[in-house]
């Protein structure tokens, strides 16, 4: 892949400033690969992960052969979820369809032995497009996700005549105000180092806007990548004028996204 090429060469991003706002198990991968390109990097986690328990929970374990379909929303979904009912289950049963919402979700599919239906769009549209999840009388579906978010999937799928259990398996915080996070954002702003935001969910930049609040402004102004196009416009409504979608939110599609930003230097 060319981006791998690219790590090799370094410096492409040389005197850039990129702020990853993953939580601080998923960024890590990406702050290396921007680092070997020659990026300084803030690193200020948008959101923090933290699993959830219920009695509701196990009892969903122990019914997992009951359900047709198993659908994880997120890889913290994947990695929460899959660690619980590996509890439970040595051996998967048979005449499940899995579906994972994107390729990182997948890959912790895949270390379980489960090769999961991926749609085209990584997205809840992507996954309601898909041929297996139209027509679902009778059918019993397991979504697997974190508390609250959007309700598209849930709401389409029982419309379409499916029964669903939702497990969810992790909970979405708002970290606590760092400082000395904010102090280094206003110093690269005040010097007037090319800097960009790179966001992965509209969660994220709400939590942002609080967590960065005396440079908030100011980074308006820069450009901003975020992996979808319903961030994109959350994002313009809050202000920003510079906003990029990258074509999925997988770290090479984000580095793409990122380097025609700063070509020019």
Request: hydrophobic residues 45%; negative net charge.
């Amino acid at each position: 892949m060319n981006w791998l090429s690219d790590i090799k060469a370094g410096a492409l991003l040389n005197g850039i400033s990129v702020i990853v706002t993953r939580p601080q198990a998923q960024a890590n991968v990406l702050k290396k690969i921007l680092a070997g390109m020659g990026a300084e990097i803030l690193a200020i986690p948008g959101l923090e992960i933290f699993p959830v328990e219920n009695a509701k929970l196990e009892t969903t374990c122990l019914d997992l052969d009951r359900f047709q379909h198993v659908i994880f929303t997120s890889a913290n979904a994947a990695h929460i979820g899959m660690a619980k009912l590996d509890e439970y289950w040595p051996q998967w049963p048979v005449g499940i369809e899995w579906y994972a919402v994107g390729d990182a979700t997948a890959k912790v599919l895949a270390e379980y032995t489960i090769q999961a239906h991926l749609p085209d769009k990584h997205s809840s549209e992507g996954l309601l497009a898909l041929s297996r999840l139209q027509e679902l009388a009778a059918q019993k579906i397991l979504i697997v996700k974190g508390v609250g978010g959007r309700t598209l999937l849930t709401d389409t799928l029982k419309a379409r005549g499916a029964e669903l259990v939702t497990a969810e398996v992790y909970k979405r915080v708002c970290p606590p105000i760092n400082i000395g996070q904010q102090t280094q954002v206003e110093k690269v702003l005040d010097a007037g180092t090319p800097l960009v935001m790179v966001v992965s969910s509209v969660e994220t930049l709400e939590n942002l806007e609080i967590l960065l609040a005396p440079s908030w402004a100011g980074l308006q102004q820069k450009p901003l990548v975020v992996v979808s196009e319903r961030i994109a416009q959350h994002a313009k409504e809050k202000g920003f004028q510079h906003v990029r979608v990258s074509s999925r939110p997988d770290d090479a599609s984000v580095i793409d996204t990122l380097k025609p930003l700063f070509s020019h230097q």
